[in-house]
Nanobody, 116 residues
Framework: QVQLVESGGGLVQAGGSLRLSCVAS????????MGWYRRAPGKQRELVAVATRSDITNYAPSVKGRFTISRDNAKNTMYLQMNSLKPDNTAVYYC??????????WGQGTQVTVSS
């Protein structure tokens, strides 16, 4: 099982930036795909961005051009650089990891609040 810990959330004004981090730990694992998801108040969890081990990325249309996902495989760490933040980006952001074994793990989430 892979354990995931997110950090970097907080309160920011509209137009500002935040950088989220997700560190994976555990024993004897190799992660294939890592991704960021979010759940806004009253809404279902949705995909924000994903990155494969070979750095193929995909973004939700609403964040493309503003958010950048990246990975440091040597450190088992994933980042989400979020620029030009908007109030409707307010949500709990979750890290997900899909291991090569097929198991899927989730972090506990980090709150991002964007004020207008």
């Amino acid at each position: 099982q892979v354990q995931l810990v997110e950090s970097g959330g907080g309160l920011v004004q509209a137009g500002g930036s935040l950088r989220l981090s997700c560190v994976a730990s555990g024993s004897d694992f190799t992660i294939n795909v890592m991704g960021w998801y979010r759940r806004a108040p009253g809404k279902q969890r949705e995909l924000v961005a994903v990155a494969t081990r070979s750095d193929i990325t995909n973004y939700a249309p609403s964040v493309k051009g503003r958010f950048t996902i990246s990975r440091d495989n040597a450190k088992n760490t994933m980042y989400l650089q979020m620029n030009s933040l908007k109030p409707d980006n307010t949500a709990v952001y979750y890290c997900n990891a899909l291991a090569c074994s097929g198991s899927s793990s989730w972090g506990q989430g980090t709150q991002v609040t964007v004020s207008s």
